[in-house]
């Protein structure tokens, strides 16, 4: 079950500013990428599970966390049901992440109070999603509507908090863009999640973009 509260989930979001977004069949693997971002100053971690087993794997990595990464919220990504997202929730999901609007998801989470963030692209999605409860929505995908979108809807709902995913990029001018546009956080993947030429993961890189883009994010907030 959940260790923190959606409550707790949305305010590290907003006093970070970024969730990291990452998937690995290899546990082991996704135990030193989770460490490098956590090194880096990460506090989330969307798995994004797509995947076959990719909820025994976020299974161990959730432990894995719990024992070594104090203060570290894992969450789930790309979860598409409500079965789903009830499978996840019991291995230890602190926050659940979907690519559209899902009604189902929403209801299933609500009950257990965990936090879920939907996929919305329209402003009639954004407003549903609030009905329903949603505290941060995201918006996906990112760079086709970019911080114009953001800026736009802002303006008549001031009080909606959006994160953008995809299209975000750990550098100053792609994060002064999403935050000066009134973002309260960033997701973002394989741009942070660097490689090295070979296929691996270059973990000090990995910890050195999380830190950075995190001093770039509080140098906006």
């Known amino acids: 079950m959940a260790q923190f509260t959606r409550i707790e989930v949305a305010q590290v979001m907003k006093e970070t500013g970024l969730v990291p977004l ?7 693997v996704a135990k030193q990428v989770l460490k490098a971002c956590y090194d880096g ?19 161990e990595l959730t432990k894995y966390a719990v024992s070594e990464l104090p203060g570290m919220i894992m969450g789930v990504g790309s979860v598409t049901d409500a079965a789903a997202a009830s499978l ?5 999901a602190n926050f659940i992440v979907t690519p559209v609007l899902r009604e189902d998801i929403a209801v299933i989470c609500n009950r257990r109070k965990v936090m879920w963030s939907p996929g919305c692209g329209s402003l009639a999605e954004i407003a549903r999603a609030e009905e329903l409860g949603c505290e941060i929505v995201k ?13 736009a809807i802002k303006g008549p709902q001031s009080w909606t908090s959006i994160m ?4 975000v990029s750990p550098t100053k001018e792609s994060l002064e863009g999403w935050f000066n546009a009134g973002v309260t956080c960033v997701g973002i993947g394989s741009k942070l999640i660097a490689k090295n030429n070979n296929g691996s993961y270059d973990l000090e890189k990995i910890k050195s973009q999380t830190k950075t883009a995190l001093d770039i994010i509080k140098s906006f907030q």
Do not use: S
């Open 22 to 28: 990452f998937f690995h069949n290899n546990i082991e």
């Open 88 to 92: 996840y929730m019991q291995l230890g």
């Open 41 to 59: 100053g990460a506090r989330l971690m969307e798995f994004t599970a797509r995947g076959d087993f990719a909820h025994e794997v976020f299974g």
């Open 164 to 167: 953008p995913t995809g299209g």
């Open 139 to 151: 918006l996906f995908p990112g760079g086709i509507y970019g911080p114009d979108f953001v800026k």
